[in-house]
Structures are given as C-alpha cells and as structure tokens.
C-alpha cells in the first residue's frame, strides 16, 4: 500500500510518500507561515518524483497536534479533502505518538511526550510500550516539574523513562522552553501503516481553545 504522511504542525512544511520496495521520500520546508500554499505543490513533487498518480494513494496519515493552532487545522483540512477525492484511507497521527514512536521505535520503554503549550502550561501524556498509559493532560509548569520527579522516583528501575517533545526542557527547575519540537516523517510514516481502521476522520487536536471568535462570541470549532 503507498502511504502519504503530512504535517503542518510546527515551523515547517512536511511530506513523505512510503512505496513499498522503495526508499521513502520526504520534503520537508521550513515555514512558519504558507503551509496552506506550499502543502497541494509539495505533494504533487513527491508524488511525480514516484511515478505516481493521486489516486494510487492507498492511505494517508496527518498529524493532529498539539502544535501550531493554524498550522494544525491546514494539514488536517488537506489530508480530509484529498483523502475524499482519492478514495485513500485517512488516519490522524497525535504529535505525542510520533515524538514517542522516533525515540522508542520498538516500544520498549516508558515514554513521556510534554508540548509546551506556552501561558505557563504544558500539555502531556505517558506511553507505556508505545501505548498510551492515559488521556493528554494540562499541567502547569511546576506541576509538569513535579510529575516528572515523581514518574522518576516511582517508576521501574529495569526500564530508563525518556522525556520527549517541545516541553522536554522544561522539566528541570529552571529549564527554559526549548524550540519546537520536529516532528519525524518516518515515524509517522509508520504509525500510518501500523494503524487499524476503520479509521473516523481526523481532528485537531488543541493544546486550549482557540483565542479567535465567530461573531456572536462563537469559538472557532
């Protein structure tokens, strides 16, 4: 099956394209603003660099946050949209998940991935086993610093506990935040492959809600 896997998340424009037998291809352009532009183009080069029609996408997987608010909900729309035009499967990949999959690829140990979700909050989740161990959750930064000590302090000693993600540096009294953290194409690549659907569409996934009101006091949904 060709996989298309698409992020828009963070400061940068990314497309890969998985053919089996080949070797992937991945373009990835730095770009905090014009992903909406840039994102149809690049994937018609990575699909014309395999020889390959729209239509022979047989899955596509698109990150789904937490990251940029704008940059979220462009790669999502695109990857909805295009998966209706193709007939291709459409599955949301979480940033947590990637991050956790490009540091554990055989899910053997304890994970966290922590977004900083800037205004003193960081939004986080533990995988065990490259499973979840929980829901995302909201902490502040002390209480970031503190469940951090504590999954230290109380974890298993045979397995070393990794701490990924934009919010990784802020784990230590005094960390300062550090930049936003890449998200790796050939982890999502393979989380889009290793997914079992049927799949529903994807969604964004906000670190909080949207700051922008519809008029009449709406949020944006």
Known sequence: MNLLAIDTTGPACSVALRVPGRADIVCSESMPRGQAERLA?????VLAEAGLAPRQIGRIGV????????????????????ALATGAECVGISNFRAWVKASDPNDGYPVIAAHDAKRGEVVLQKFE????AGPPQTLPVEGFRKYVKDALQYGDPMFALSLVGSAAALAAE????????????????????????????????????????????????
Do not use: N
Not at 63 to 82: E, K, N, W
Not at 183 to 193: R, S
């Open 41 to 45: 183009p690049m994937v018609s080069e």
């Open 174 to 221: 005094g960390g300062s935040p550090g930049a936003t953290a890449a998200v790796d194409m050939g982890a999502v690549l393979d989380l889009a492959c290793q997914a079992e659907g049927p799949f529903d569409p994807p969604r964004p996934f906000y670190a909080r809600p949207p700051d922008a009101k519809l008029p009449g006091g709406q949020t944006i949904p």
């Open 63 to 82: 990150t789904t946050g937490p990251g940029s608010f704008a940059g979220t909900r462009v790669g999502v729309a695109f990857a909805r949209g295009l």
């Open 129 to 132: 086993c490259g499973r979840p």
